[in-house]
């Protein structure tokens, strides 16, 4: 089993920043694709930002430009920087990683998800 825990989420002041980060542990034998979800109440949850095994980058819209994925493959970890806050960037912040697992018999492959961390900016 892989689990994935975030940390950095907080209250924070519009135009402010906050990092939050991702530790994936487990029997990893390889982690593909990572990235980073959000929830507003009432809403769906959506893509924020993912990134590749290659730190090839993709942002969703409304982020692009004030938010920067990366990641530490070395320590199985993700981030994401999030500076210029949007009291709508207010919500439940998920990480999310693809991952070939190491088992008896190969490497089959799942998705994580961490348990989420509450990001709240204030106007």
């Known amino acids: 089993q892989v689990q994935l825990v975030e940390f950095g989420g907080g209250l924070v002041q519009a135009g402010g920043s906050l990092r939050l980060s991702c530790a994936a542990s487990?029997?990893?034998?390889?982690?593909?694709?990572m990235g980073w979800y959000r929830q507003a109440p009432g809403k769906q949850r959506e893509l924020v930002a993912s990134?590749?095994?290659?730190?090839?980058?993709n942002y969703a819209d409304s982020v692009r430009g004030r938010f920067t994925i990366s990641r530490d493959n070395a320590k199985n970890t993700v981030y994401l920087q999030m500076n210029s806050l949007k009291p709508e960037d207010t919500a439940v912040y998920y990480c999310n990683a693809n991952a070939d697992l190491i088992a008896a018999w190969g490497t089959p492959s799942y998705t994580y998800w961490g348990q989420g961390t509450q990001v709240t900016v204030s106007s």
């Open positions: 487990g029997s990893i034998f390889r982690i593909n694709h």
């Open positions: 990134i590749s095994s290659g730190s090839s980058t």
